[in-house]
T-cell receptor
C-alpha cells in the first residue's frame, strides 16, 4: 500500500538551512507535495514537484526528487522564526488528482535563536 | 481569496451522540475531502467526493458517513460518536482538471468526545 515516511522533528538554528526528508512508496505518483501547517491553522500548499523533474527552486525553497530511491527533500535556506511549523510531505493516492492525498506524519521544524 | 470554512473550531460531544461537521468552500471546486489529524499519525483520508451526491471511501471510513447535497458543502457525520473519534478534522477542496491538484484546507474542527 501507499506510505509516506518522514522524521517527526527537526531542530535548526535561525539563519541555517533546514532540510526535511521524505520517502514515499507509490511510483505512479505524478506530483509530490510539501504542505505547511502553522500553529492553529489548516494546511497550506508550500510547493510541489512534477515526477519527471529532479529539482525545483522557488526563492528560499529547494525541492529535490530522487525517483530511483523514492526520496523527496525540502530545503529551506536562511531559516527564520516564521518558518516554525509542521511540514507534510504528500503524494497523490493512486496517482489520481481527485482521489485525495496520502500524507506523511509531518515534521515539526523547531527554530533555535 | 479562496476560502474553505468549517462550522466550528472546537466541539465537545458525548459518547453516542450524532455529530455533524460542516464544510463550505466558495471556489466552485468539484472535489472535497475530509481528513482527520492525530499526533504522530499525520493526516488520514476519511471520505472524499468528486461531485454532488457522489462519495468515495478513503483510508479510514469506519464510523463515519458523508453527505454532499450541494457543490459547495460537504458534511461529515459521526452516527454514534465514540471516544476514539476525538481528533482534529480537516476539510479540503480542489479543482478538477488541474495538473497538480492543489488542495485548499479549512482551519480544522477540534472534536472532543467525552
Amino acid at each position: 500500500g501507499e506510505d509516506v515516511e518522514q522524521s517527526l522533528f527537526l531542530s535548526v538554528r535561525e539563519g541555517d538551512s533546514s532540510v526535511i526528508n521524505c520517502t514515499y512508496t507509490d511510483s505512479s505518483s505524478t506530483y509530490l507535495y510539501w504542505y505547511k501547517q502553522e500553529p492553529g491553522a489548516g494546511l497550506q500548499l508550500l510547493t510541489y514537484i512534477f515526477s519527471n523533474m529532479d529539482m525545483k527552486q522557488d526563492q528560499r525553497l529547494t525541492v529535490l526528487l530522487n525517483k530511483k530511491d523514492k526520496h523527496l527533500s525540502l530545503r529551506i535556506a536562511d531559516t527564520q522564526t516564521g518558518d516554525s511549523a509542521i511540514y507534510f510531505c504528500a503524494e497523490s493516492r493512486r496517482g489520481g488528482g481527485a482521489d485525495g492525498l496520502t500524507f506523511g506524519k509531518g515534521t515539526h521544524l523547531i527554530i533555535q535563536p | 481569496d479562496v476560502k474553505v470554512t468549517q462550522s466550528s473550531r472546537y466541539l465537545v460531544k458525548r459518547t453516542g451522540e450524532k455529530v455533524f461537521l460542516e464544510c463550505v468552500q466558495d471556489m466552485d471546486h468539484e472535489n472535497m475531502f475530509w481528513y482527520r489529524q492525530d499526533p504522530g499519525l499525520g493526516l488520514r483520508l476519511i471520505y472524499f467526493s468528486y461531485d454532488v451526491k457522489m462519495k468515495e471511501k478513503g483510508d479510514i471510513p469506519e464510523g463515519y458517513s458523508v453527505s454532499r447535497e450541494k457543490k459547495e458543502r460537504f458534511s461529515l457525520i459521526l452516527e454514534s460518536a465514540s471516544t476514539n473519534q476525538t481528533s482534529m478534522y480537516l476539510c479540503a477542496s480542489s479543482l478538477s482538471g488541474t495538473s497538480y491538484n492543489e488542495q485548499f484546507f479549512g482551519p480544522g474542527t477540534r472534536l472532543t468526545v467525552l
